[in-house]
């Protein structure tokens, strides 16, 4: 590292303060994470208990995206209601459908917002 006139080293200026250090600060597990686990050991049982979880979660959640689709496909007038629907589900995760007003629009809840799809496939 050039400062001014002077040259210093890495090693003058501490671990942590060159590239070396810097990376491997970046890369390497936290202090913390090291000392929490010497106190939990995760055995064979308890990692494919988790696994058998996340793939249960995995599945309903594809599951529960499937009948919403066939939901709003049902429910959809027209195409563009329908492909204007699917994108708002697509786009944003946390969309939410609650279903069909007596004018056929078709609702949404968004972050505790609600959007309606016209028949024509606007956002109201």
């Given at each position: 590292?050039?400062?001014?006139?002077?040259?210093?080293?890495?090693?003058?200026?501490?671990e942590g303060y060159g590239i070396d250090g810097a990376v491997e600060e970046v890369f390497a597990e936290s202090k913390v994470d090291?000392?929490?686990s010497k106190y939990f050991v995760i055995t064979e049982e308890e990692k494919k208990n988790t696994?058998?979880?996340?793939?249960?979660?995995?599945?309903?959640?594809?599951?529960?995206?499937?009948?919403?689709?066939?939901?709003?496909?049902?429910?959809?007038?027209?195409i563009e209601q329908e492909l204007t629907s699917e994108f708002l589900m697509k786009e944003n995760k946390s969309t939410k459908f609650l279903g069909k007003t007596n004018k056929n629009n078709l609702v949404f809840e968004i972050d505790g917002k609600q959007l309606k799809?016209?028949?024509?496939g606007e956002l109201l």
């Open positions: 590292m050039d400062l001014g006139d002077e040259t210093v080293s890495d090693e003058e200026l501490g090291k000392v929490l696994e058998s979880k996340n793939v249960k979660k995995f599945i309903t959640e594809k599951v529960q995206k499937a009948r919403i689709k066939t939901e709003i496909k049902e429910m959809s007038e027209t799809v016209s028949t024509k």
